[in-house]
């Protein structure tokens, strides 16, 4: 059933489809729409079309890790929906560089199954906290992928997402341009943040992130929170790379990522449609 709000954005996405037909991600296949409860959890515009076919969405089912990152102190527990697998951090790309919004959806839900793996292995939290963008590179993406995913996990898990408390004050280099076990990546991000202090009795905190590879900016990003005086009891992520150095795997996946038969087959991540 479509409310009625929902109409003028369903009636315009038609149009779109007609004229420009969207195809998935991973296998260029023509895609269906993005339920509008799924848009208003994800944060998707009303424009964006969804990313993924049915076929490739239902090999992306969540394989939660938790991971301890012990090259920080103290240690940084990590849950994620998924090891980081190439055709994951390919469609995290796409999101990203690429403009295909409607990824936020699938993308989210790793998150939360990340999110809820943390919760079980570290306790709870009282905010989450999305790892910033530069504001320049805010503007030129047009949207930070972290509070996304952030979102939709304060959605399904009733928790205040507060991107407002940490900012990245000064520009930094992508991390993806340096190799994992690349010491360049702590020297990149190291106090690339800043953090607001709590203002009541709450001070427990989660980080949210879309890939952990070394862990590197989450622990930056955690450093500046305690020196604020929070408590950085989480972090949560659509993935997370098990092999990482210094990581530490608490709880591992109960299941290989399906998705990496759907890239292997499409040959990685296609251009089609919008």
Not at 206 to 213: F, G, M, R
Not at 223 to 238: D, I, M, N
Not at 259 to 272: K, L, R, S, V
Request: hydrophobic fraction near 50%.
């Amino acid at each position: 059933m479509i409310a009625p709000a929902d109409l003028p954005g369903v009636g315009a996405r038609a149009i779109l489809e007609a004229l420009w037909p969207s195809r998935c991600a991973l296998c260029g296949l023509a895609v269906g729409d993005i339920p509008a409860a799924a848009r208003r959890r994800a944060g998707i515009r009303w424009c964006d079309p969804a990313a993924l076919c049915p076929s490739c969405e239902g090999r992306l089912p969540a394989a939660p890790l938790v991971l301890r990152h012990d090259g920080v102190t103290p240690p940084l527990v990590v849950g994620a929906g998924s090891v980081n697998h190439p055709a994951l951090a390919d469609l995290v790309g796409v999101w990203k560089y690429r403009g295909r919004r409607g990824l936020a959806a699938p993308l989210g839900r790793l998150a939360v199954s990340g999110a809820a793996a943390a919760i079980a292995a570290a306790g709870g939290a009282d905010v989450l906290v999305p790892v910033p963008l530069h504001p320049r590179r805010r503007r030129e993406r047009g949207f930070n992928q972290a509070e996304a995913l952030a979102r939709a996990v304060g959605v399904e898990l009733d928790l205040p997402v507060r991107p407002e408390l940490l900012r990245r004050r000064r520009a930094t280099s992508q991390q993806a341009h340096f190799a994992g076990d690349d010491p360049r990546r702590r020297r990149n991000v190291a106090d690339a943040f800043a953090a607001r202090p709590p203002l009541d009795g709450r001070k427990r905190a989660a980080l949210v992130d879309d890939l952990v590879t070394s862990g590197a900016t989450l622990a930056a990003a955690a450093a500046a929170l305690r020196a604020a005086g929070w408590t950085v009891v989480w972090s949560a992520a659509a993935g997370a790379a098990p092999a990482a150095p210094g990581a530490v795997l608490l709880t591992p996946p109960d299941a290989a990522p399906n998705i990496a038969a759907a890239w292997t087959d499409g040959g990685g991540t296609t251009e089609g449609g919008r």
